[in-house]
């Protein structure tokens, strides 16, 4: 090698640390789900009567898709295909779990979090789980085992199932916290919401509690802690890849915002709820900018189904769909259906992605579903998927990132009531055998480009399209 050649390799090999350095490294990865939040809940996506200045913020310095999906329209299910990657109708019990059912996916199963595991990120869950724990009927009194982290979670702090069902304490990783032997946890699930035995700190639930008293939550506090502990985990694991999965309660009923939250909306204590949920956001934002951690993390911000237009669940002064509950504020926007309906107003849900070194900020139309976050993130970290893992998962990680329009070509839309599927093609949607809510018989069609609000059934003006997408719906079972 001649003296220019040498002096040419020494020059570019000084200058590759600092090539290496402007590129990003694998990215933390922060995955904030939030429980009953409607695609017209946030003001980023047109809400008018409560703000969310920090969802807006995250929305304004990434992608903000409008066509983003929950798996399912209720919470359970929907759970259980963002962290396996699978539809969950695939697997016998995911209806909307009890906080007495053992966990709900196989510990053999690759998930979310084992594949971030084998790829060298350190993975914590906290909040909301909803998926079960230990083996049925869970025993809260001792070492609560399988749960998270027998599925590739390093770490877990949780609300076991929901703010309006038993039992009503903290799990950390295997243990109830703060638990006192001599006061066991009883529950009994055939005492029902608003009977005696139901109350608990004076609001009734799902599933009767006595003992345990002194690992009781605080209602007024589920989200000031959910947001410390995920804080923490940051902090604690700044140093090296990780992956947080924060799962809010908010807002689900029953709503007890923190009294600085209360009145902070115009459209009742749902809107304070959200008021309260854009703070945990916030504090989750302002952790990672302190850390220097903002420019190299993805953030996700999602709603495990879409919004039920009540003011405070159905023990409220106003009832389920009645609008005086929310001083006219459509949860849904102008989308059809509620949770656990399959209008669109079941799925079609609040979907942010935010890494500022990568993603250039816009808006998105691309079909995502929250299902396909695994196999995304395997194809952005390196992480291995076995043959027949997460089979429904696909890989859609340019249009995460910002750089494809179409996303997925084909979607299921579950429902846990009613009519179980719907079946979207592009701007094509299929009922096939029409809606229980309201009841309408017969294959419903819509184009959704030109009938977002789902209001006109063309499926006698296109039967081609129907037969397709019935022959299409049929394979994908």
């Not at 980023?44 to 066509?67: H, M, Q, S, W």
């Not at 350190?122 to 789980?129: A, C, I, P, Q, S």
């Not at 106003?318 to 989308?335: E, F, K, Y």
């Not at 139309?365 to 076995?386: C, F, H, Y």
Request: aromatic share 6%; glycine share 10%.
């Amino acid at each position: 090698m001649n003296t220019t050649c040498k002096h040419l390799l020494l020059s570019c090999l000084s200058l590759l640390p600092a090539l290496l350095m402007a590129e990003p490294q694998t990215p933390n990865i922060v995955i904030i789900l939030a429980d009953d939040i409607g695609y017209g809940d946030l003001s980023c996506y047109g809400a008018e009567k409560v703000k969310t200045p920090n969802c807006d913020k995250l929305a304004a310095g990434g992608i903000r898709f409008t066509d983003g999906h929950s798996v399912a329209s209720v919470c359970t299910p929907s759970r259980y295909s963002l962290i396996t990657g699978e539809y969950a109708f695939r697997k016998k019990g995911t209806g909307i779990a009890r906080g007495i059912d053992g966990l709900l996916i196989d510990t053999n199963k690759t998930t979310l979090a084992s594949m971030l595991k084998g790829a060298a990120y350190t993975t914590g869950v906290v909040g909301k789980w909803h998926l079960g724990l230990g083996t049925t009927p869970t025993d809260y009194n001792s070492e609560i085992k399988p749960g998270p982290l027998e599925i590739g979670f390093d770490s877990a702090w949780l609300l076991p199932a929901t703010g309006d069902r038993t039992p009503c304490v903290w799990v950390e990783n295997h243990r109830v916290v703060n638990l006192d032997p001599a006061h066991p946890i009883k529950l009994d699930y055939d005492v029902k919401r608003g009977e005696p035995g139901s109350f608990v700190k004076g609001i009734p639930r799902i599933g009767g509690q006595t003992g345990g008293t002194a690992a009781l939550w605080d209602d007024e506090n589920l989200s000031t802690v959910i947001t410390e502990k995920s804080c923490a985990f940051i902090d604690k694991n700044k140093a090296k890849p990780f992956f947080l999965y924060m799962a809010t309660h908010n807002i689900h009923v029953p709503r007890v915002p923190n009294p600085k939250f209360r009145g902070k909306s115009d459209c009742g204590v749902r809107g304070d709820a959200i008021v309260e949920f854009d703070w945990m956001v916030g504090q989750v934002l302002e952790k990672l900018n302190s850390l220097g951690l903002t420019e190299n993390t993805l953030v996700i911000l999602s709603s495990d189904n879409g919004g039920l237009n009540d003011n405070n669940g159905p023990d409220a002064k106003h009832g389920i769909g009645d609008p005086d509950a929310t001083n006219g504020h459509r949860p849904n926007g102008v989308l059809r259906g509620t949770k656990s309906t399959v209008w669109e107003g079941g799925t079609r849900v609040p979907f942010i992605a935010r890494w500022p070194a990568k993603i250039k900020p816009g808006t998105s139309g691309a079909l995502m579903s929250q299902m396909d976050l695994t196999a995304s993130l395997a194809a952005l970290t390196g992480g291995k998927i076995p043959a027949g893992e997460a089979r429904d998962s696909e890989n859609h990680l340019a249009a995460l990132l910002g750089n494809d329009t179409q996303g997925r070509e084909w979607l299921i839309e579950q429902s846990n009531t009613g009519t179980p599927f719907a079946l979207r093609h592009g701007s094509w949607k299929l009922m096939p055998t029409g809606p229980s809510k309201p009841q309408i018989k017969g294959t419903m069609l819509f184009n959704l480009a030109e009938d977002l609000s789902e209001s006109k059934n063309v499926a006698a003006e296109h039967p081609e399209k129907v037969k397709e997408m019935k022959a299409q719906l049929e394979r994908m079972l």
